[in-house]
């Protein structure tokens, strides 16, 4: 299983990026997929998930309202859409995958056996 996210980059406060998460390996339609986030000296925090199917979504206290998770089951991609970005957003951001057909979306990361590699979001002021 390969999960590989792109988009990060460096950004301004205010400003906005979208991530995205290619998966192989996997029928990633199955799939509950989701974004996790590790900052410097910080544990690692839930970000968004999203069912197999699309149809419910989960997102952490401190993203919610800015930040949109969605995914394309023909392209076998997850996306996250972050908006209003803040400074403390800044953080490496981990695209997993979860269990197939999960009737609940984990906000732990026990609960996802798939990590990608991480991609560098920097917010400025």
């Known amino acids: 299983v390969q999960l590989q996210a792109s988009g990060g980059g460096l950004v301004q406060a205010g400003g906005s990026l979208r991530l995205s998460c290619a998966a192989s390996g996997l029928t990633f339609s199955r799939y509950t997929m989701g974004w996790f986030r590790q900052a410097p000296g910080k544990e690692r925090e839930f970000v968004a998930a999203?069912?197999?199917?699309?149809?419910?979504?989960a997102s952490g206290d401190s993203v919610k309202g800015r930040f949109t998770i969605s995914r394309d089951n023909a392209k076998n991609t997850v996306y996250l859409q972050m908006n209003s970005l803040k400074l403390e957003d800044t953080a490496a951001y981990f695209c997993?995958?979860?269990?197939?057909?999960?009737?609940?979306?984990?906000?732990?990361?026990?609960?996802?056996?798939?990590w990608g590699q991480g991609t560098q979001v920097t917010v400025s002021s």
């Open positions: 997993v995958a979860g269990r197939p057909f999960s009737p609940t979306i984990p906000v732990v990361d026990s609960g996802y056996d798939y």
């Open positions: 999203i069912t197999w199917s699309g149809g419910r979504t």
